[in-house]
């Protein structure tokens, strides 16, 4: 029987995420898009090689967050979230001229995004009884 769907799958899911979505970009010099931006890097096997690794996980994540959330599910998503990062600018815990701040807060809300659509079906299941069943392709 698979283990049964708990907080630390779901956080496992989250810290995922985040190193697929900060590996890939980040703010700072320690991501994939700066090193190869920095022309330091050059078309090398290892630039490649880590490349397409991230692409493999950014298809894998991204299909099964669209497979379970669908379209209306991440758009929800997006604007629970967006809203959010409005509210903090709101009550003033955020400013519009902290591009840096709110560019960390999108990377870890689109971690979150994924993660949950990673985690949808199993939390549906929680909540509803019901379970999802892929459709078989031909």
Not at 7 to 24: P, Y
Not at 86 to 112: N, R
Request: charged share 15%; glycine share 8%; net charge negative.
């Amino acid at each position: 029987m698979a283990k049964e769907f708990d907080a630390i799958g779901f956080l496992l899911r989250v810290l995922f995420a985040m190193l697929l979505v900060f590996g890939t970009y980040n703010p700072t010099d320690y991501s994939y898009a700066s090193w190869v931006l920095s022309g330091d890097a050059g078309f090398e096997p290892v630039t490649a090689l880590v490349g397409v690794a991230l692409l493999i996980a950014w298809i894998v994540f991204l299909r099964a967050t669209f497979l379970s959330l669908g379209w209306l599910g991440i758009i929800l998503g997006a604007a629970l979230f967006s809203c959010f990062i409005w509210l903090l600018i709101d009550i003033g815990w955020l400013s519009m001229d902290s591009t840096g701040a709110i560019t960390w807060l999108v990377l870890l809300l689109i971690s979150l995004i994924l993660a949950v659509g990673m985690s949808w079906s199993h939390i549906r299941r929680r909540l509803t009884g019901q379970v999802d069943v892929d459709d078989v392709e031909d």
